[in-house]
């Protein structure tokens, strides 16, 4: 029902800004919440940021509150994740996913992923 694709990612120097998008498709997409999520190698993929179908609720993982910020264009079918001041352990594959119903920080609650895009941060 929903087809993600990221973009934006690359290379970025720490402290420096980066802004990933993710395109969507599909009729329901207004009505999902829609999730950030990064895995690095050999880690396990962890949540990154959620926001709910209408824009107005967000969460965060801790590590990242602050500095970055989740957000959506209805209009556009586009949900975007701002890095501002990102470090080197932010460097991962980030993934976009979507789901029915609210925020949500499982991944096992996402049923539509994306395909990633790697973001590499420089120190």
């Known amino acids: 029902q929903v087809q993600l694709v990221e973009s934006g990612g690359g290379l970025v120097q720490a402290g420096g800004s980066l802004r990933l998008s993710c395109a969507a498709s599909?009729?329901?997409?207004?009505?999902?919440?829609m999730g950030w999520f990064r895995q690095a190698p050999g880690k396990e993929r962890e949540f990154v940021a959620a926001i709910n179908y209408s824009g107005g609720s967000t969460y965060y993982a801790d590590s990242v509150k602050g500095r970055f910020t989740i957000s959506r264009d209805g209009a556009k079918n586009t949900v975007f994740l701002q890095m501002n001041s990102p470090k080197p352990e932010d460097t991962a594959v980030y993934y976009c996913?979507?789901?029915?119903?609210?925020?949500?920080?499982?991944?096992?609650?996402?049923?539509?992923w994306g395909q990633g895009t790697q973001v590499t941060v420089s120190s």
């Open positions: 996913a979507a789901r029915p119903g609210p925020v949500d920080g499982s991944s096992q609650r996402y049923f539509y």
């Open positions: 599909g009729r329901t997409f207004s009505s999902y919440a």
